[in-house]
Every structure is written in C-alpha cells, then in structure tokens.
C-alpha cells in the first residue's frame, strides 16, 4: 500500500481562476504534488489537499 504525505492549500476568493490553476500547476511540476481532492465555497474561495507519493529506500543487506 502506497504511502502518501499532504498539503493542504487555501486560496482566497479574490484570487482568479487562471491564478488558482497556474499556483496548483507549479506545485504539480516542481514539488511533484497531485490534487486529492478540491472544496469551493459559495463565498468563493477554494481549499485544496494536495498530495505526493512517499518513497521509501530500501536499505542494502550485502
């Protein structure tokens, strides 16, 4: 079973849309981050779970 870690991102209602997918884009590329899951709410703003796979080395037994 893969083993994940979180982070949790809150935009604010003024930020546009374009913004919001250009901030989420940059986490995706270089911090290799994948969206979990995505709350609007009616005043707008958005609170985003990101998340990104663990991986653990496997220590060599020679």
Do not use: C, K
Not at 14 to 21: H, K, L, W, Y
Not at 25 to 42: F, I, K, N, S, V
Request: net charge positive.
């Amino acid at each position: 079973m893969p083993e994940y870690e979180f982070r949790d991102v809150y935009v604010p209602r003024g930020v546009s849309r374009n913004d919001a997918q250009r901030l989420l884009t940059d986490h995706a590329e270089y911090g290799h981050w994948e969206l979990d899951r995505l709350r609007l709410y009616p005043d707008g703003s958005r609170r985003v779970r990101l998340r990104r796979r663990i991986i653990r080395q496997l220590r060599a037994t020679w």
